[in-house]
């Protein structure tokens, strides 16, 4: 158990509707990341907050945006979904931010788009 | 364009032999690297890494090794065993703070 938590563990929706992911980091932990996993894209770093405040983006469309709110939990939106939106999306967290710290990934939440 | 590649993927190996998974990348931007291990329905868990200045690392069984000028790492896991069977992931990181992944490599360890 990595102390990082993902809620909900699955999520089935329909295409056009809007979903939110919530990922509770390890207690301490001030940065969380998002990655998602595809079949045909393999594991792609979405975005980083550190301390409330974005510090990294990667491949995240702009359909999808994140939050990280005081407490330190953060929460991923994803709208317009669509098919290919499917994938199993992971949030990770680390004590800090500078880029050697180790990230601890949670369990995941599987979305699948239909 | 692919900056992290693991090329191999699978991989099987005996228990007691050891089993060596390799991992290539583009972008000499890269100055840390991290190996991750997954099981099926869980995230990736955090095994071993290695700064740029470092061409070696060791954590009990398992051992990195760093190739600068061939832009090659390598996990050695010795001996094997059953429970090591996984989805080894290679992973790159710059200042960026972005982590790039490798495909992944399945290795199945047989008793």
């Known amino acids: 158990d990595s102390g990082v938590t993902q809620t909900p563990k699955h999520l089935i929706t329909a295409t056009g509707q809007r979903v939110t992911l919530r990922c509770s980091p390890r207690s301490g932990d001030l940065s969380v990341y998002w990655y998602q996993q595809s079949l045909d894209q393999g594991l792609q770093f979405l975005i980083q907050y550190y301390n409330g405040e974005e510090r990294a983006k990667g491949n995240i469309l702009e359909r999808f945006s994140a939050q990280q709110f005081p407490d330190l939990h953060s929460e991923l939106n994803l709208s317009s979904l669509e098919l290919g939106d499917s994938a199993l999306y992971f949030c990770?967290?680390?004590?800090?931010?500078?880029?050697?710290?180790?990230?601890?990934f949670g369990p995941g939440t599987r979305l699948t788009v239909l | 364009d692919q900056q992290v590649k693991q090329n191999s993927p699978s991989l099987s190996v005996q228990e007691g032999r050891i089993s060596i998974l390799n991992c290539d990348y583009t972008n000499s931007m890269f100055d840390y690297f991290l190996w991750y291990k997954k099981y099926p329905a869980e995230g990736p868990t955090f095994l071993i890494s290695i700064s740029s200045i470092k061409d070696k690392n060791e954590d009990g069984r398992f051992t990195v090794f760093l190739n600068k000028s061939a832009k090659h790492l390598s996990l050695h896991i010795v001996p094997s065993q059953p429970g090591d069977s996984a989805v080894y992931f290679c992973a790159a990181i710059n200042a960026g703070n972005m982590l790039t992944f490798g495909g992944g490599t399945r290795l199945m360890v047989k008793p």
């Open positions: 990770a967290s680390s004590a800090r931010q500078p880029h050697t710290d180790t990230q601890y």
